[in-house]
């Protein structure tokens, strides 16, 4: 008679692994990423061997910061019970995860620089602002500082490649930044407990569940405002449409937020796919006048 034997973490078979990897890069995230900046690129007027330089490089710098979050994280999701996380669960060990991220963002500096050194330098600061945050800057008062920096940088990776490399607008650049403290709102919002328990501080976490689920929307909501107002031309029907519905929505979250832990995060992406949609409708204009 035979016995199985428990199946370690990270031991499973080879399709488990690759599936395992591919969920721990955060896919739904990265490829957002990804398709955002290279529509942008194409829109800012980016040639079709350009958009797949941008294309190339996103991804593999946005591939390299979720492998590194997820095997930083990997021993305080084992103790949180959160079985669902690829590295916790068993469907990946580390050292794997470890050397994807590695390989990506070695890949990601040439890609990168391949756009030109200062569009460049630019998109491997925003990477390397990410990296820090997986690296420790997420349990500090400073977690939203990557963000920023990170989302804003995408602008200028797009103008600096083009022909001239026309600096990014003011408010291009802002605004993206503003999407970030968004996304870094929204995406820590459900782990905020969990978080806590674990002894992870960042800026959400100070500040609690009650009071994040109600300022979701307000830094989407300002970006909006920035990509409507910002540009030299006047808003328009569609700008003003725009805000007034980004506006509505903000304030359903706000009143709504309050009494349902989900509703805040729909709502900040409902007004985040509305500053995108503003963001990629503005084209060339995103470059300074």
Known sequence: MTTSRPMCPGTGSAPRAVRGLLLACHPGPSMAVTVLVTV?????????AGCVLVAAAV????LSIGWCNDAVDAARDAAAGRTGKPVAGGAVNVRTVWVAAIAALALCVPLSLASGPAAGAVHIVGVAAAWAYDLGLKATVLSWLPYLVGFGALPGFVTLGLPGHPWPAWWAVLATALLGCGAHLANVLPDIPADLAGGVRGWPQRLGVARVRVLIPLPLLAATALLVFGPTESPGAGGWTALAV???LTACGVALGRN???VPFAVAVAVAAVAVVLLLARGTAITAS
């Open 40 to 48: 942008l690129a194409a829109l800012s007027g980016r040639g079709a």
């Open 59 to 62: 991804l593999t710098g946005q």
């Open 246 to 248: 980004a506006g509505a």
């Open 260 to 262: 349902s832990p989900r």
